[in-house]
């Protein structure tokens, strides 16, 4: 059954002025997915401990049930590479950005060292 917070993530994800198509080489040897990512590779505010910490690394976002959709833990994405706008990335960890409705539902930021 699809619930609102769904709907809100398939329009962000599908709108090509947002998201892009990206592919995704994790380490355990699974072949190269294709994968909606935002490119937040400028750096951000991160909250880490309650506290809006200001980023200076890349970071791009991916949702959690497309990784899944492919048989993909948020695990499996640590040590892997993310090819991002023409730009090959390694993805050295991973945050969950629960959506209201779980972690299932939301976002994974991926944290990405240029490589």
């Known amino acids: 059954m699809m619930d609102a917070w769904s709907f809100h993530y398939d329009a962000i994800y599908n709108n090509p002025m947002i998201a892009v198509d990206a592919v995704l080489t994790v380490a355990c040897g699974n072949p190269p997915e294709t994968i909606r990512a935002i490119d937040k590779t400028v750096g951000q505010l991160v909250n880490f401990k309650g506290v809006d910490v200001a980023t200076i690394g890349p970071s791009a976002c991916v949702r959690v049930s497309e990784l899944a959709e492919k048989g993909l833990a948020a695990d499996d994405v640590d ?37």
Do not use: C, F, Q, Y
């Open 79 to 115: 040590d892997g590479v993310l090819t991002l706008n023409g730009k090959d990335w390694t993805i050295i960890s991973h945050e969950a950005i629960p959506a209201p409705t779980g972690e299932a539902g939301g976002e994974l930021r991926l944290m990405l060292s240029e490589k």
